[in-house]
């Protein structure tokens, strides 16, 4: 029905590995995750100069919870019924940014 995880797995990858960044993928708890959110899945980049980790990048499957607040819906071919949209919300370019030049310097 959605593709969050998959996704998480294949589109991440380029920009983190590609660039030679350590990470680590993984799943936000119930209070971590978006709010209004079914779940939250993350990357988590390893900044070795420091020790530290920062998120670099989340996508949340938002199910049909706000298509059921704004009636977003659309026509199933095979039932002629109107159904609610699934909805997923991605955050991944600037901090991608942020993360290569933490990681790599800007000289």
Do not use: C
Not at 75 to 91: A, C, H, K, M, Y
């Amino acid at each position: 029905m959605f593709q969050v995880p998959t996704a998480v797995e294949d589109e991440f990858e380029l920009p983190y590995g590609m660039h030679t960044v350590l990470f680590f993928r993984g799943r936000k708890t119930e209070k971590e995750k978006f709010a209004g959110g079914e779940f939250t899945t993350t990357v988590e980049a390893f900044i070795a100069v420091n020790g530290r980790a920062i998120q670099g990048a989340t996508s949340h499957h938002l199910g049909d919870n706000f298509a059921r607040m704004f009636d977003v819906t659309f026509l199933d071919r095979d039932t002629q019924q109107p159904r609610l949209v699934q909805q997923n919300s991605w955050g991944i370019t600037t901090r991608t940014l942020g993360v290569m030049v933490m990681v790599h310097g800007d000289d």
